[in-house]
């Protein structure tokens, strides 16, 4: 078999390879391109007909007019191929626009829809293959328009519409770059068909239906870039936020150990671990006087920075009413009094607060509705101490709150927490719990405050393993020495 080559037929040739060259790079950068998964999906199968559909036409340019059985079954095979593979570049196009127009989801209605069109396409085409309705090849196995050839178009006609009514009544959902590559790919055959009216032979529509979706694709691909990097950039600069955010919430808590070393009457220590960058939980303690230390173990309603900005407008509150006042019920509602009157958000803060006499031992404390605290007396061993809660700061401007006392003797420990540690949950969905709370406070045979807050942090993580963790971690332990 020769090949008689003209000049018009060695320009589409040309033309043609550059096609497949261009395409090719294109697939090759989707894997890198910054795209969903049905986005890719659509390049893929769209850009692997671009490809198709060039090597067809290519082939049978080749086969075009050359004898025989063998060329004819080939030629025949080639011209149904590039024709179904026309069809399949049209829908994909009216998908990958549809998908756009409707906030990146596609209804199972809208895929039948596609897929339907396609079957009726298919078997139009198939059909056409027996009787010559859209295109027959003569003795020669030179290829001939039927007379029903415009056929044959429709489906990509009627995406060529269906596109165009979609970029009018959805433009407010395309981007202007991308419309303007999606008119460019609707059109663009159309006025190549008019070019090659007057200049016939070399294949204007294919050459501009390729430089169309190559266009589209580099438009669509670059956009999408531009769109990563402002938001890998914005994303930078919240990280960045966030994290000076974290650091200045940490520095707001008592962080330094030992706290009070020049203090041999009392011990203390305390740790947050919050669930997210930031968190609601915080801890507090300070020394009213000479005499006098304060204690506080708080949880915001919420997460996040909102909570992060809560819990420290309420932690500043605690403390200048606590100094104030030097009674945790007068602190309390002083503070709720004035959280209330600008609480938009309703955002509520549950408190245990107490205040330590260093001197008698005496722990006057009042509880606003925050988990009850642990008490260890000398030689004992930590139980439950189920105080009277009132209510949440920040629910009700009026609230009023109860005050209790307990008297420590020299050795006693107190150990308070937020819910973040009894409802840490594993990967079962099962909390760890109260009971198993107690039972990590009394494994430890040492009364270091240090080391009992590790051993419950041990217990918790053992528990936890690889599950999220959904709360912050709070918690705080004092061991009262007494005077010497």
Known sequence: MTFD????????IIMIASGLGVTTLCIMQIERSPFNADMRRFFYVFLWNVLGYMGTHLARELLDGHGGIAARNAIVAVTFVEFLISGSMAIMLSLMMHYMAHDNELSKGSRAGFVTAFVIHSALLAVSQFTGAYYYFDEYNSYHRGSLYALSNMLPMLTIIYGIILLVRHRDKYERKIARAFWIYLLAPLGAILVQIFLPGIQFVMFATVGASINMFGVITSGLMERYEHQRME???????LSMATRIQSDMLPNIFPAFPEREDFDIYASMAPAKEVGGDFYDFFLIDEDHLALVMADVSGKGVPAALFMMASKILIQNFTMMYKAPKAALEATNYQICQRNGEEMFVTVWLGILDLNTGVLTASNAGHEYPFIRSPGGRFELY??????????????????YEVQLEKGSMVFVYTDGVAEATNSGNELFGTDRLLEALNSSDSDDPVSILENVDKSVNAFVKDAPQFDDLTMLCLKYNGKK
Do not use: C, S, W
């Open 5 to 12: 080559l003209t000049a018009v037929d060695l320009v589409n």
């Open 235 to 241: 994303t930078a600069r919240i990280d960045t936020e």
């Open 386 to 403: 189920r105080d009277k809660h009132g209510f949440v700061v920040g629910g009700m401007p009026q609230a009023r709150y109860k005050e």
